[in-house]
């Protein structure tokens, strides 16, 4: 009777045999099989992500994203994008010239810079949707501030077309003066309102319904700007906004920017 493992013992010495005498060819055809093999690499694409793969097909998280996606009409990806601009010296950028430069950078990173991909042309306005208007508020802060009208420079929120308007978000560095009513101290003078404060203050007043004067801040002085740009594209398409932001940076690198 032979032995159960006698078959396998001649099959191995069958293949270490042809291994053995035809090393040459078998050494060749795993290395071809190996390299044609490694070609895959080039379209390989790993999926990763804890919301999509590690979480049951019926997860109540998994509905809320469906949810939010469609809610925020998210159809790609988001890339938050957060452009800082100071002046050169450092100094106040309610300055008329810096203030209206920085007004004019903003429109024209919504309005003026275009890009191709497959022979289409892209702005701002075709890869920032629903997050189009963040910075809306602040430009319009921008064009209607005027020193000799308070209502214009309240802070955090100024008044907008009888709109509160908020822009805390938008400028840092800043520099307030406190206003009373009747007085309000300032670089350690007291300084009487003038009738556009008087105006404001007492518009303030009726609105709280009390007799005592309010306290509200006025903005002095701010040295740091800075806007938000929420890019959204197909995934597909991620590379249109990475081309966005290098022509941003060209933007502000212009040399006529920078001398400010």
């Not at 040459?24 to 190996?34: A, C, K, N």
């Not at 950078?105 to 497959?118: D, F, G, P, S």
């Not at 077309?161 to 007085?183: D, H, M, P, W």
């Amino acid at each position: 009777m032979r032995h159960p493992t006698l078959l396998f013992e001649r099959g191995f010495y069958l293949l270490g045999y042809q291994i053995g005498r035809n090393f040459r060819q078998i050494i060749f055809t795993i290395i071809l099989v190996t390299i044609i093999a490694s070609f895959g690499l080039l379209r390989f694409e790993e999926v990763n992500n804890v919301r999509t793969e590690y979480s049951p097909l019926n997860a109540p998280s998994k509905i809320e994203y469906k949810i939010a996606k469609y809610f925020l009409k998210q159809n790609g990806t988001l890339d938050p994008c957060y452009i800082m601009s100071r002046a050169r010296d450092g100094g106040n950028l309610l300055r008329t010239e810096h203030r209206w430069l920085l007004y004019n950078l903003t429109r024209a990173l919504q309005q003026e810079i275009h890009i191709e991909k497959n022979g289409r042309v892209y702005g701002y306005r075709n890869i920032c949707e629903p997050y189009c208007e963040l910075n809306t508020a602040f430009l319009a802060f921008l064009k209607v501030y005027d020193p000799e009208q308070p209502l214009t420079y309240t802070y955090p929120a100024v008044e907008l077309f009888g709109t509160r308007a908020f822009i805390g978000n938008n400028i840092y560095g800043v520099s307030l003066k406190n206003f009373t009513g009747t007085e309000y101290v300032k670089n350690e003078k007291t300084e009487m309102p003038t009738q556009e404060e008087q105006a404001l203050l007492l518009a303030l007043q009726r609105k709280s319904g009390t007799k005592k004067s309010p306290t509200i801040k006025l903005l002095e002085t701010f040295n740091t700007a800075i806007m938000p740009f929420f890019l959204v594209a197909n995934y597909e398409d991620k590379d249109l906004l990475v081309k966005w932001q290098n022509a941003a940076i060209d933007l502000f690198e212009h040399p006529l920017i920078q001398i400010y």
